[in-house]
């Protein structure tokens, strides 16, 4: 399966901005899809995650009540609604896809490139 990801911008703090992953190829349905960020020189976090069919998603702890996400399976698509933005969540965010749930990157066989959120105070 083929990930891309989109959305992500400048926003101020206690704002909201919403990232989507796009995915085409193998079925999409049969995926644990995820979503994790990294800094420079860190390594990446992980943020969310969905199951396959979409009625059961994780948090991190960091951004519990303020992100939510969600997939379309009709349309292969993943989105993270992110709000009450603040500096710490400035990051290149990567949607993920694999076999079951995971908090460690290598888990997951399938990546986007990445988006950029920059989260200004």
């Known amino acids: 399966v083929q990930l891309q990801a989109s959305g992500g911008g400048s926003v101020q703090a206690g704002g909201s901005l919403r990232v989507s992953c796009a995915a085409s190829?193998?079925?999409?349905?049969?995926?644990?899809v995820a979503w994790f960020r990294q800094t420079p020189g860190k390594e990446r976090d992980f943020v969310a995650g969905?199951?396959?069919?979409?009625?059961?998603?994780r948090y991190a702890d960091s951004v519990k009540g303020r992100f939510a996400i969600s997939r379309d399976n009709a349309k292969n698509m993943v989105y993270l609604e992110m709000d009450s933005l603040n500096s710490e969540d400035t990051a290149v965010y990567y949607c993920?896809?694999?076999?079951?749930?995971?908090?460690?990157?290598?888990?997951?066989?399938?990546w986007g490139q990445g988006t950029l959120v920059t989260v200004s105070s």
């Open positions: 969905i199951n396959y069919s979409g009625d059961s998603s």
């Open positions: 190829g193998r079925t999409f349905s049969s995926f644990y």
């Open positions: 993920a896809a694999g076999a079951t749930f995971s908090a460690y990157e290598s888990r997951y066989s399938y």
